[in-house]
């Protein structure tokens, strides 16, 4: 009966069951032992081997029910007469220097996806470290060398994982959606391993999306030639926030009037937010209107930031390309400083800012990806392991259940 349990039940074939012992309550030992007929060099494969000392071992098997369950081995050393190593023998149903069966391992990585590390040691009665090394074995295997050959569109950002400026450089397939490499750093230093990879995986790549870094436009420049390199909106549009906040934080600072100040405290997120997303229940049309009314150059760049967004949105490259020559134009004339250096920064990437109409690509799905990079890292409460994070981002996109640390 328990050769058969054993069999059918946990995977363990190839050993004579010797008996079955309760140690104490509920723990459950299968004690078996294997044939001398069946000891083989661990090295060469030989049969032709005698014994050379020995050591029992336990291993830990998936529960039954709440019952701990485990099986115990006499594990023998051997020699070999063919080459003359002396080793352990292999255990079929482990890996080597575990300390528990594959099958547990298999038992252990299915609940993973379902509950956190922590509730999955607690459930299986052992330590933390047992099961993240169970799970990081797994995603190494999985993810550590992503295939590169069959890029063709990819994204480049960096993220922020923590105090201290610490950032990592990520690299998305925007064909799958998958993480394909992160770097230490966000120079372009960080890119270095990866370009070396791109080369001996001989990919094609047609279409990067980055933002405007100067260090991102030379490493792409330099390694991928053929690339067309496209800016990516989100973060032109957050220049442009960034220039409008600016230039509001100028005006409240030169205005002496009590009534054009008032009129301008609190409007920063009123002017940042798109015109259909502007709540009337709170009046935000109408304390917007008044601040605009009562600042002229804060009105012009408000109404050209809203204009330019509609580059996104021509029906082809001739007249986007219209578009965004006649939106430089008009904000070269507009007298505003910060419009007259954010325009010369467009005319200067024109090229990439077209290029959208040649491979309509973002960073927006690398943008969506961050966000669950720092909501995996907050509830787990962090990575010590720094190999099990930069593992745990590979799959991500493979995650179809809650983000779980």
Partial sequence: MSTSLLYHVFGIRGYVHMATKFPKRKTVLFVVRQDDGELQCSACGSYDVF??????????MPSCGCVLTFIQMKLHRVKCRQCGLARQVKVQFA????????????????????MTIQDVAKHLAVSWKTIKEIVKRDLALRFKAPKLSDL???????????????????????ATGAVVF??????????????????????????VAIDMSPAYIKAV????????????????MKLMNEKLSGLRRVLHNELTGPLQKKALKGTRWLLLKNPE???????????????????????TAYYLKDE?????????????????????ARAEISGVRMLIQFARTLRRHRWGLLSYYDYPI????????????????????????REFFILKIYALHQAKYALVG
Avoid at 152 to 174: F, N, P, S, W
Avoid at 281 to 299: G, I, S, T, V, Y
């Fill in 152 to 174: 063709k569109r990819i994204a480049i950002d960096e993220i922020c994982i923590g105090k201290g400026h610490r950032y990592l450089t990520i690299v998305m397939d925007l």
């Fill in 362 to 385: 973002s960073t927006g799905p690398l943008e969506g990806t961050n966000n669950k990079i720092k909501t995996m890292q907050r509830q787990a409460y962090g990575y010590r392991d």
């Fill in 95 to 114: 890996h080597p220097r575990r300390q528990h069966t594959k099958q547990f391992e298999q038992y252990a990585l299915a609940l993973s996806k379902l």
């Fill in 308 to 328: 330019l967004r509609l580059f996104w949105q021509q029906a082809d490259k001739a007249s986007a390309a219209a578009f965004l020559a006649d939106w430089i």
């Fill in 277 to 299: 997303n502007l709540d009337s229940a709170r009046n935000e049309h109408e304390r917007l209107a008044e601040a605009l009314r009562l600042n002229k150059p804060l009105a």
């Fill in 51 to 60: 014994r050379n000392g020995s050591a029992t071992r336990r291993w830990r």
């Fill in 221 to 236: 420049s330099e390694n991928l030639p053929k690339a067309r390199i496209v800016f990516d909106r989100f973060h032109i």
């Fill in 182 to 207: 992160v770097g230490d750093g966000k120079r372009s230093d960080a890119l270095l391993p990866f370009w070396k990879r791109v080369k001996r995986a001989r990919a094609s790549i047609q279409a």
